[in-house]
């Protein structure tokens, strides 16, 4: 009878250690098998964040509407880069707008600040330098160019040696000079015949 106890008593203990070392085992095999790649997780978790981050500047970005208090400026620059005009727009006219919209508004200029404290719209446009301009004239009998601070610079040639129809134009100082012109009247006077000669027709 002992012996058939100790016997249930010892194949009971074998169970539960069979059992107890094969689940441990099972448990154990599981854990390694799944353990997760740190430097995989770390990149997963950088991937993310960077675009949570993304999305997060874009939804603040497009978040910025134009209040009755923003400053809204449209400024005007030449090909220079000098600023030819500004102007001061009413926010009420476009107020709760966003950048975008902005730009669908006024195409032709693009968008250098964009808070809800001010808004800066910039466009430009291409000018026309201007040319400058002299005039022929007489003075004491001298023909000369007018300047722009109505000094007068004789080239060497007298009125006498003109008709009265040509010292006409020169003495009401009718006759343009460029800047090119002047130089060649200076370095020969008689390049003044040319001119007259596409002008007067003379």
Do not use: C, H
């Not at 999305?55 to 400026?73: C, G, N, R």
């Not at 023909?143 to 134009?169: C, M, P, Q, R």
């Amino acid at each position: 009878m002992v012996r058939k106890k100790q016997y249930l008593f010892l194949a009971s203990v074998a169970i539960i250690v069979f059992f107890g070392t094969f689940i441990g085992v099972y448990l154990l095999s599981n854990m390694i098998w799944f353990v997760p790649n740190i430097d995989n997780v770390a990149t997963v978790e950088e991937s993310t964040e960077t675009a949570e981050d993304n999305q997060s500047k874009s939804e603040t970005k497009d978040a910025f509407y134009i209040l009755p208090s923003t400053e809204v400026m449209m400024v005007l620059r030449d090909q220079e880069g000098n600023i030819v005009d500004t102007e001061s727009i009413d926010p009420y006219t476009i107020m709760g707008r966003t950048e975008q919209e902005l730009l669908n508004i006024f195409p032709d200029y693009s968008v250098v600040a964009f808070d809800e404290q001010q808004v800066i719209l910039e466009g430009s446009v291409f000018i026309e330098p201007q040319q400058v301009l002299y005039y022929l004239g007489v003075k004491d009998d001298n023909i000369g160019i007018v300047l722009d601070d109505n000094e007068f610079l004789e080239i060497g040639l007298e009125a006498k040696e003109f008709s009265s129809y040509v010292n006409t134009f020169l003495t009401k100082e009718l006759i343009p000079v460029t800047v090119e012109e002047k130089a060649s009247l200076q370095e020969n006077p008689y390049y003044i015949e040319m001119i007259l000669q596409n002008i007067l027709g003379n």
